[in-house]
């Protein structure tokens, strides 16, 4: 076929289906998937060649694969950057975009507001290795300053955050952060790719649970950074390579079926879920909700600004701490209890006894995780069904 439109002019629908598309001669619609560990070579002379990077050529799926190759593609693509590079998890994405960055003596800023590993991330894994983290209030600008004001390697920060959805002001952080020299990695996860750009707003590094949106039929797990070519071929790639943090072909092969409807899927859930907070807000024995698409967030002027939408994700604290937290979510009975997001179906957790039990509690208690909060991904049920099921919760807060 000839005279085939540049992808890069498609609006975003068309491209999750077809940027990046690479076909075998075959000519297949659907993409081929490459269940190979390996690569054989036509001579020695192009072996010893693709090595020594003289010759572009697979090597090993650990390396790179043609089916991770077209995924990465893809995701580029709806990022808006120059190269990516996936991971076996989400996590994976997150440890390799800092480990491959630090030395001992180097110093990481992060939001305190972290999911529960990536916190223990910096607070427990760098430390070990000789590299001093702190920990800022996400909102508090002149912390960021005062934080920010020596020599810094790498800044990580989640917006909106996990679990009680935080947003952070990723183009002022940045700004901070590139003074001080330090490289800036964004976990994207909650706002998804659709709604926020961290790489327009300055931020150097992108990293996502592809388990979550991507995915979002929870099936497999998987991971991404992305950025720029020269720091994610000179940084982040040899370190991948080196370690084995490789995503599998297949799982690959799957993300890439399920973004052709990521549009459509966050799209529906965050419709749903902007109606389930609006119920929540105004339902007995909810003593506050957060969503940042509505008016009340407490950073819903800057969730404008930065985000395209509120995406899927409500917190909420329910009366009776964690006696009412349980007796709410043991009384549902479409919406599941799950620590994953990001989902089809809608989930339900308790931050407190799962995801962030790790921390100590006048940690979750800064954090404004309370024995009462609960986060909930909406997923693409009915929203009337959805706001039914919840009613079951909260009829179990006044039967206690």
């Known amino acids: 076929m000839t005279d085939q439109p540049d992808p890069k002019s498609f609006r975003p629908a068309t491209r999750l289906i077809n940027a990046g598309l690479e076909r075998t001669p075959y000519g297949e619609t659907s993409e081929a998937m490459f269940l190979t560990s390996g690569f054989v070579y036509d001579s020695a002379e192009q072996a010893e060649g693709t090595f020594t990077g003289d010759i572009s050529h697979y090597q090993y799926s650990r390396f790179g694969n043609p089916t991770t190759s077209n995924l990465e593609r893809r995701l580029c693509d709806l990022e808006g950057a120059e190269a990516c590079v996936l991971t076996a998890t989400g996590m994976g994405a997150v440890s390799s975009a800092l480990l491959a960055q630090v030395r001992a003596g180097d110093r990481v800023v992060a939001s305190r507001a972290l999911f529960g590993s990536c916190h223990w991330i910096v607070a427990e894994l760098l430390p070990r290795y000789g590299v001093e983290t702190i920990f800022v209030d996400g909102g508090d600008m002149a912390a960021w300053k005062e934080a920010l004001s020596k020599p810094t390697r790498a800044v990580l920060l989640e917006s909106p955050s996990n679990p009680m959805l935080d947003v952070l002001d990723i183009r002022m952080i940045c700004d901070l952060a590139h003074k001080a020299g330090a490289t800036v990695v964004v976990d994207n996860v909650f706002a998804t790719p659709l709604y926020q750009k961290p790489l327009e707003l300055g931020a150097d590094v992108v990293v996502y649970s592809c388990t979550k949106h991507i995915d979002g039929q929870g099936r497999v797990l998987g991971g991404a950074v992305l950025g720029n070519a020269k720091w994610i071929d000179e940084v982040l790639r040899p370190f991948t390579r080196n370690t084995g943090n490789s995503l599998s072909p297949f799982n690959a092969w799957v993300m890439l079926k399920s973004i052709e409807t990521l549009g459509l899927r966050v799209d529906a859930m965050t419709r749903n879920a902007a109606k389930v907070a609006d119920f929540l807000a105004d339902a007995p024995g909810i003593v506050r909700v957060f969503y940042p698409g509505r008016k009340d967030h407490p950073q819903y002027e800057l969730a404008k600004k930065q985000m395209s939408a509120g995406s899927t994700l409500v917190a909420f604290e329910v009366e009776g701490g964690k006696d009412g937290a349980f007796a709410f979510m043991n009384a549902l009975r479409l ?66």
């Open 335 to 400: 919406i599941s209890i799950s620590n994953n997001l990001g989902d089809a179906r809608s989930l339900v957790t308790h931050p407190a006894t799962t995801t962030h039990m790790k921390l100590a509690p006048e940690e979750r208690a800064r954090l404004g995780i309370t024995d009462g909060a609960i986060r909930f991904s909406v997923g693409l049920e009915d929203a009337d069904d959805l706001i039914d099921d919840l009613k079951r919760g909260i009829a179990a807060l006044g039967n206690r």
